[in-house]
T-cell receptor, first 112, second 119 residues
Framework: AQRVTQPEKLLSVFKGAPVELKCNYS??????LFWYVQYSRQRLQLLLR??SRESIKGFTADLNKGETSFHLKKPFAQEEDSAMYYC??????????????FGTGTRLTIIP | DTGVSQDPRHKITKRGQNVTFRCDPI?????LYWYRQTLGQGPEFLTY????????KSRLLSDRFSAERPKGSFSTLEIQRTEQGDSAMYLC?????????????????FGSGTQLSVL
């Protein structure tokens, strides 16, 4: 079974401070991990995916298969980072298993 | 707006009534997904279409739920004999997918959702 755990429901960080949103997963196959973000009054949208190895809006996330983690990090928080963040999991190369399994989300608030 | 469109945005109904939601995906997208989100939870997968074919249904989807995508374009999600536990945000998403073995899962584009309240 697929499972995604985001242990923090709420996280408050001062502007300019580093941010880390935790995500752990459980999956028996090869996982594909994503971070989705929902800003206030906007739609859920993809922030980044591990397979692209990209940095979006200063955020990065590294897949650690040993620790089954995919934590989201940013060295210096900005006020516009305040949003709801969801970690999500799918099976890589596993068509027929296209669905995403989401975590419960972490609401990040950046304190000015 | 050329994104995923969902209608209605809000629906209030009485227990036992039937409701139907519509989703219009991004026009060239061949894959369409329905998710449900309750308060304090992340979205939960309900069902998925590749063109007009419904390829997967979650065990969450009871017999009261049915989804269609008749021409491989828009989709409808119907809930019969609604229950209070059906109250949730119903999200639609679409993607342009290639089912070839070398392609990973594609990026999903979500709609704004339909908020269902069952009284």
């Amino acid at each position: 079974a697929q499972r995604v755990t985001q242990p923090e429901k709420l996280l408050s960080v001062f502007k300019g401070a580093p941010v880390e949103l935790k995500c752990n997963y459980s999956y028996s196959g090869s996982p594909e991990l994503f971070w989705y973000v929902q800003y206030s009054r906007q739609r859920l949208q993809l922030l980044l995916r591990h397979i692209s190895r990209e940095s979006i809006k200063g955020f990065t996330a590294d897949l650690n298969k040993g620790e089954t983690s995919f934590h989201l990090k940013k060295p210096f928080a900005q006020e516009e980072d305040s949003a709801m963040y969801y970690c999500a999991l799918s099976g890589l190369w596993n068509f027929g298993n296209e669905k995403l399994t989401f975590g419960t989300g972490t609401r990040l608030t950046i304190i000015p | 707006d050329t994104g995923v469109s969902q209608d209605p945005r809000h629906k209030i109904t009485k227990r036992g009534q039937n409701v139907t939601f519509r989703c219009d995906p991004i026009s060239e997208h061949n894959r369409l997904y329905w998710y449900r989100q309750t308060l304090g939870q992340g979205p939960e997968f309900l069902t998925y279409f590749q063109n007009e074919a419904q390829l997967e249904k979650s065990r969450l989807l009871s017999d009261r739920f049915s989804a269609e995508r008749p021409k491989g374009s828009f989709s409808t999600l119907e809930i019969q004999r609604t229950e209070q536990g059906d109250s949730a945000m119903y999200l639609c998403a679409s993607s342009l997918g290639d089912r070839g073995p070398s392609k990973p899962n594609e990026k999903l584009f979500f709609g704004s959702g339909t908020q269902l309240s069952v009284l």
